[in-house]
């Protein structure tokens, strides 16, 4: 395993080194809290940030497995198409949004604005998130094994849904459904995989009203 400890280096050198050392070994990086936008696009490779992370962490990651052993920051995982971010703590605003593939995984809470126009990938959370959760989503899973804030799955168009907890308020074209065999094996799944603490018998599942929500 090689281990970086970075300090006072700009985004485009951190990452450079980090582009240099994926050679089929996991690269350790500390002291990246600052840095936002930290292994962007990267395809291949696995990184593990001990510690906090910055806004931006594993944007447009294409591939890459990414861990952070505690927080990060803003917007992670935006717009990611494949790779798989696992954060230990909490997420901040707008995590993974815009998602077109690839798997999210926060074993905290995250904040409002999380899975947004998600086009295709797993979003799980493991605690607890904000308002506007799953807004505009096309495509994918949403999993939220705590508690919701306001307009949960807002203007839900296509994709699945679930919530092992409570929410303040449903969003605008969100009806819910029972669940199927498949639905309980595919949770059961993801929480064996993440290691997640769950049951998914208890959890509710959301689909949209209307594959069209904005002409009626």
Not at 133 to 158: C, P, Q, S, W
């Amino acid at each position: 395993m090689t281990t970086k400890r970075v300090q006072s280096k700009s985004l485009k050198e951190v990452n450079a080194k980090l582009r240099q050392s994926l050679n089929g070994q996991p690269v350790v990086i500390h002291d990246v809290e600052q840095i936002h936008g930290l292994a962007a696009g990267f395809s291949h490779g696995e990184i593990i940030v001990e510690g906090s992370a910055g806004d931006y962490l594993g944007a447009l990651n294409a591939g890459a497995t990414i861990r952070v052993t505690q927080n990060s920051g803003r917007y992670a995982g935006d717009n990611m198409n494949g790779g798989v971010l696992i954060i230990e703590g909490d997420a901040g605003f707008g995590a993974a949004e815009y998602c077109y593939g690839g798997t999210v995984v926060i074993h905290g809470n995250a904040g409002d604005f999380t899975a947004t126009m998600n086009k295709g990938a797993t979003i799980i959370v493991g605690g607890n998130v904000g308002d506007e959760v799953g807004t505009y989503m096309l495509k994918g899973d949403v999993i939220v094994v705590g508690d919701a804030g306001e307009h949960f799955a807002n203007y839900l168009i296509r994709g699945s849904v679930y919530i092992g907890g409570n929410y303040s308020s449903l969003g605008h074209n969100t009806r819910m459904v029972d669940l199927a065999d498949e639905d309980i094996a595919k949770l059961k799944a993801y929480f064996e995989t993440y290691g997640i603490q769950a049951e998914p018998l208890k959890f509710r599942k959301f689909v949209a009203a209307s594959e069209k929500p904005f002409y009626h």
